[in-house]
Every structure is written in C-alpha cells, then in structure tokens.
C-alpha cells in the first residue's frame, strides 16, 4: 500500500459514534502499539525511557480519541501525539542523559513516520509467503520460532536432527522468505 493510502480499517463510511468509535479506535491502536514503542525506542534509543513515554503517549490518545478523525492516517496522527511527549521528556531529562540532538530526533521520526507502512507492508507479505512455503518448512519456522524455544539447539536435539542441518534449512526458509516478501512488495507496487 502506498504510503499515502489509508487503511481499510481507517477508512470508514462516515465517523463511527459512541461505543463503535471507540472500538474502533481500540483495534486501530492495537494493530499500531507495536509500531509506536518501536518509534518511541529510535527517537529516545533506551526501552526503558521508550516504556515511560509509551504510557503518556496512550493516555493522551485516549484522552484526545475523540479528536481522531477516521479515515485519515492514524499512525501519522498517533507519531504526533508522540513525537511532542518525546519532545517533553528531553526537555525534562536533558540535564539526566545523554541524547541526541533536537535536529538528529526530528530527522529520525519524520524517516520512521515514512517507514511505518513499509513495516506494516513487509510483516503481511511474510505472513503470505510463509503460508506458500512447504508444510515441513512451514513446520521447522513454527518449532524454531515459537514462544517456547529456548535455541536453535534444543528444537534441533527434539527433531533428532543434526543442529548444523537445522541451521542450514533455515538459513535457505530465510532466503526463500527474503526473496518471496521481496516479490510480493515489488508486484503490488510497493517495494
């Protein structure tokens, strides 16, 4: 999706009202809360200072919720509400730590507010191209990557399979996965 386009979700016959809006609201910032830390931890470069920030950030946008205009750009509006509780942290720790300069931050969250669709765009051709891989490639991902594994070696030693050739075979899924994303953006226009 070009970067100018809007969600579907975001793009919504009329403004919802009452409990519609806000559940509204609610799926478009949990489709977003993982892009919104993430920018939170390039403009301030700690987890901990992003966390802290992330919890004012989510207050303001309930708070100003109401203020959203559906069928506009909601990360560009939420990347606003942020970038100003980002600019009010420095103000507030500046003398506390080390940070870049206003200039450096500015520059960064305007290259992150460009991004946010390239991100959103490469996650759901993964998420089709892992559905186009062969069921034992699809399985390996599965065993290798899921919430429970500790290593490489441990999901290896539970298959019975060397670690080396394990590594190998994902080292290929990679590629094929790198390669397939890459075709899926380049074929709707987007890469």
């Given at each position: 999706?070009?970067?100018?386009?809007?969600?579907?979700?975001?793009?919504?016959?009329?403004?919802?009202?009452?409990?519609?809006?806000?559940?509204?609201?609610?799926?478009?910032?949990?489709?977003?809360?993982?892009?919104?830390?993430?920018?939170?931890?390039?403009?301030?470069?700690?987890?901990?200072?992003?966390?802290?920030?992330?919890?004012?950030?989510?207050?303001?946008?309930?708070?100003?919720?109401?203020?959203?205009?559906?069928?506009?750009?909601?990360?560009?509006?939420?990347?606003?509400?942020?970038?100003?509780?980002?600019?009010?942290?420095?103000?507030?720790?500046?003398?506390?730590?080390?940070?870049?300069?206003?200039?450096?931050?500015?520059?960064?969250?305007?290259?992150?507010?460009?991004?946010?669709?390239?991100?959103?765009?490469?996650?759901?051709?993964?998420?089709?191209?892992?559905?186009?891989?062969?069921?034992?490639?699809?399985?390996?991902?599965?065993?290798?990557?899921?919430?429970?594994?500790?290593?490489?070696?441990?999901?290896?030693?539970?298959?019975?399979?060397?670690?080396?050739?394990?590594?190998?075979?994902?080292?290929r899924i990679r590629r094929v996965l790198?390669?397939?994303?890459?075709?899926?953006?380049?074929?709707?226009?987007?890469?």
């Open positions: 999706m070009p970067s100018g386009e809007m969600e579907p979700e975001e793009q919504a016959e009329g403004s919802p009202s009452g409990d519609d809006r806000r559940d509204a609201f609610a799926r478009l910032f949990a489709k977003h809360d993982r892009w919104l830390f993430s920018y939170l931890v390039t403009l301030l470069g700690s987890p901990s200072h992003a966390e802290e920030v992330f919890q004012e950030v989510c207050v303001v946008l309930w708070r100003e919720y109401e203020t959203f205009q559906f069928g506009t750009d909601f990360v560009k509006w939420a990347a606003v509400i942020a970038h100003n509780q980002v600019r009010k942290f420095r103000r507030q720790h500046k003398r506390t730590a080390y940070q870049l300069s206003d200039e450096a931050c500015e520059r960064i969250a305007a290259v992150a507010i460009e991004r946010a669709n390239l991100f959103e765009n490469r996650r759901e051709a993964l998420a089709h191209c892992l559905g186009k891989l062969p069921p034992e490639d699809r399985q390996l991902v599965q065993l290798c990557y899921d919430e429970g594994t500790s290593s490489i070696k441990s999901t290896a030693k539970r298959m019975g399979r060397p670690v080396n050739t394990v590594y190998k075979a994902l080292n790198h390669d397939c994303i890459d075709r899926t953006l380049a074929a709707e226009g987007l890469a």
